[in-house]
């Protein structure tokens, strides 16, 4: 379900294919549960549904608002999660459901508490469509500024193969020409003789399309000798060998946020010559889809797996402003991010905000009036 509203569905069943088979109808103003797949996710219905084996319907008896229902069981989502049991697919009980305890106000007060935490979901809607045109915008800066230069600076262009039209006074090189790029150390190897250390190290996990997800890092032992080799610095950019398609390299900028660290050796550190090439423009680059269709292109590729390795790394062609105009493209692409970052906190906050607004409002904690 992607909606919290079901006004209509994808596909359609007739009333005949209704009455013969599993499938059976719920009316309007039920609240749709998923109980496998996407355990907890809930929404009310507008109008007359059919549903399969993968959701259960709560038909609201009188005196039940649906929506006040339906924020009750998005409190309880995470604990309905927990519920789910199953080998292959989780999937939680309907006599589960049916045993929450809730708390029932009068009915008027349950439609205004429906309205406040509407009104806060409507506002975190607001935001999140705000937050997406943002990104559209950046993706948009970052293909005219990859392909054109910064607006005003370029008069001539030139065709590339492989690479497009850019102008005519950038150069195209290889990664390997402007960057050093540094494998990293396989995990389970053992130290070797003499002195050994444990430190953490960065896996794929951790290595994200344009950040880092640093919640859990795990640690390894190697030799005292080894550190400096496979050790990260700041202004590295880490690269992911493969896995999952949407994994294949990843480009994310290290800024020291742990000292010291290492990688393991399904991730690259390519560490660009400070004159030549900024860590910020190639990780850009990277996540551009020019980047990605090189990747794509010369990655060895089997059922819905990729890989590169260091040597298709190096040799990834890479157009390069000079540097004056790589800070230029970077101040430009700077002041949208600030904007996706201003956005992205005041989500959380309206996130959280909803969180303490139910806690307060479902367990009669804080009282409201009906209208």
């Given at each position: 379900m992607k909606s919290r509203v079901l006004a209509g569905t994808e596909e359609s069943i007739t009333r005949a294919g209704l009455e013969s088979g599993a499938t059976r109808a719920v009316p309007p103003g039920s609240i749709v549960l998923a109980t496998r797949m996407?355990?907890?996710?809930?929404?009310?219905?507008t109008t007359e549904i059919a549903i399969n084996q993968d959701l259960k319907a709560l038909v609201p008896a009188n005196g039940l608002d649906p929506r006040f229902l339906l924020h009750f069981l998005e409190q309880n989502a995470?604990?309905?999660?927990?519920?789910?049991?199953?080998?292959?697919?989780?999937?939680?009980?309907?006599?589960?459901?049916?045993?929450?305890?809730?708390?029932?106000?009068?009915?008027?007060?349950?439609?205004?508490i429906a309205e406040v935490l509407d009104a806060i979901d409507a506002a975190i809607e607001q935001t999140e469509a705000v937050i997406a045109a943002t990104e559209r915008l950046r993706s948009a800066l970052l293909g005219e500024l990859l392909t054109r230069g910064v607006p005003g600076w370029h008069t001539e262009w030139k065709d590339v193969p492989g690479i497009g039209t850019i102008p005519a006074c950038w150069e195209v090189v290889r990664l390997g020409e402007v960057a050093e790029v540094q494998t990293g150390r396989q995990v389970g190897k053992a130290p070797g003789n003499g002195a050994s250390v444990v430190l953490p190290y960065l896996s794929v996990a951790n290595v994200?399309?344009?950040?880092?997800?640093?919640?859990?890092?795990?640690?390894?032992?190697?030799?005292?000798?080894?550190?400096?080799r496979f050790s990260l610095r700041p202004g590295d950019v880490l690269f992911t060998e493969g896995g999952d398609a949407d994994k294949l390299g990843r480009g994310c900028v290290w800024s020291g946020e742990i000292a010291p660290c290492l990688h393991q050796n399904h991730v690259f550190a390519v560490r660009p010559h400070p004159k030549r090439l900024s860590p910020d423009l190639l990780a850009a680059y990277a996540r551009s889809p020019r980047g990605k269709s090189y990747f794509m292109g010369c990655s060895k590729q089997t059922t819905n797996l990729a890989s590169i390795n260091s040597t298709q790394l190096k040799a990834m062609p890479l157009p390069l402003p000079s540097m004056n105009e790589q800070r230029a493209m970077l101040e430009a692409l700077k002041s949208v991010a600030g904007r996706v970052e201003s956005e992205n906190a005041g989500l959380e906050a309206l996130i959280a905000a909803k969180r303490a607004a139910a806690t307060s409002l479902l367990s009669g904690r804080v009282r409201v009036g009906a209208r």
């Open positions: 996407a355990v907890g996710s809930v929404a009310v219905t995470t604990r309905l999660a927990r519920w789910g049991t199953g080998t292959t697919v989780a999937g939680v009980r309907l006599d589960d459901v049916e045993n929450l305890p809730l708390l029932l106000p009068p009915v008027g007060e349950q439609r205004r994200k399309d344009g950040y880092l997800h640093l919640e859990t890092v795990k640690t390894m032992e190697v030799g005292a000798s080894e550190v400096a």
